[in-house]
């Protein structure tokens, strides 16, 4: 990327650099709409985290309640063996696996549990005691299974949540590091005083007008400025800016100040070598626009 160059005759009046100062109020718009966008990742950044905190709670139960469910049948002798869920999946899909395994289990002991009483029922009707208890194990096991479905649409309706959420949180990120680029942006020229006049970046104002001198007069950026003139540059990342001829001083038009920069030969308002940014908040903030003019 090439860079222009600039010049310049006098130090530039407060008056007219805060008169050209139009950029500054498109940082202030970019900065304001990139802390609420921070301010809206973060709500959902919260609001992620508390649903993945529910859903582990609700999974973690889930789990607690077939584990018992599980040791409760083992001791019940000729039911299917019970298996764990493969260790790599993630946390949903072994709880739905786990809660599948005991799934059969339970229908194993339903199936038996019916058997025995058709059996009974039809051995000895007058055995009460035995038709109420095999009553209550099969009241008790459809109300497992009633548990159980209610917990998987539970965890199902907290994954759709937390899906929603990351894809917000996604998509805020995207528009947040893409209005941090833009606020990011700079813009930079360098060149001969005839050369920046003629292009329409600087102006001249006041003096007086004599053949071969204007004894007075002063330089200043135009109140509209040609985009093509300058060079965009990334403040964040943009450390040193080289000047054209280093035998040559340079002085900066634009509202900058060399306080905020390193320079190799300093002498009050002007410079020689390039122009080091040690701190690129404090040297931006006047002005997106840098205007450097060779003397």
């Given at each position: 990327m090439s860079i222009l160059r600039l010049s310049s005759l006098a130090t530039i009046p407060a008056l007219a650099l805060a008169v050209a100062c139009g950029p500054n109020q498109e940082h202030v718009r970019a900065d304001s709409a990139a802390a609420q966008l921070s301010a809206q990742q973060t709500q959902l950044a919260t609001q992620l985290a508390a649903q993945k905190d529910s859903l582990t709670r609700v999974v973690l139960q889930a789990d607690d309640f077939i584990l018992k469910v599980d040791a409760s049948m083992n001791r019940v002798k000729g039911l299917p063996k019970g298996k764990k869920a493969g260790q790599s999946l993630d946390p949903l899909a072994?709880?739905?696996?786990?809660?599948?395994?005991?799934?059969?289990?339970?229908?194993?002991?339903v199936a038996r549990a019916q058997a025995t009483a058709a059996q009974l029922a039809k051995?000895?009707?007058?055995?009460?005691?035995?038709l109420a208890q095999i009553a209550a194990d099969s009241a008790m096991i459809a109300d497992l299974n009633s548990t159980?479905?209610?917990?998987?649409?539970?965890?199902e309706g907290l994954s759709v949540r937390i899906d929603s959420l990351k894809s917000a949180s996604e998509q805020l990120a995207t528009t947040l590091a893409t209005v941090e680029t833009e606020s990011a942006k700079a813009f930079v020229v360098v060149g001969r005083e005839d050369e920046l006049v003629k292009k329409g970046v600087i102006v001249r104002e006041g003096g007086a007008n004599l053949l071969f001198a204007h004894p007075g007069r002063t330089l200043q950026i135009a109140r509209s400025l040609p985009s093509e003139a300058f060079t965009t540059v990334d403040s964040r990342g943009l450390k040193e800016i080289p000047m054209p001829d280093s035998t040559h001083r340079y002085r900066i038009v634009s509202r900058q100040s060399l306080d905020n920069a390193e320079v190799q030969d300093r002498k009050q308002n002007t410079f020689k070598g390039n122009l080091r940014i040690a701190d690129a908040s404090k040297f931006w903030a006047p002005s997106k626009y840098l205007v450097v003019v060779e003397q």
């Open positions: 072994r709880q739905v696996e786990n809660r599948q395994l005991v799934m059969e289990r339970v229908n194993a002991l051995a000895n009707k007058s055995n009460t005691t035995l159980i479905q209610r917990q998987t649409a539970t965890i």
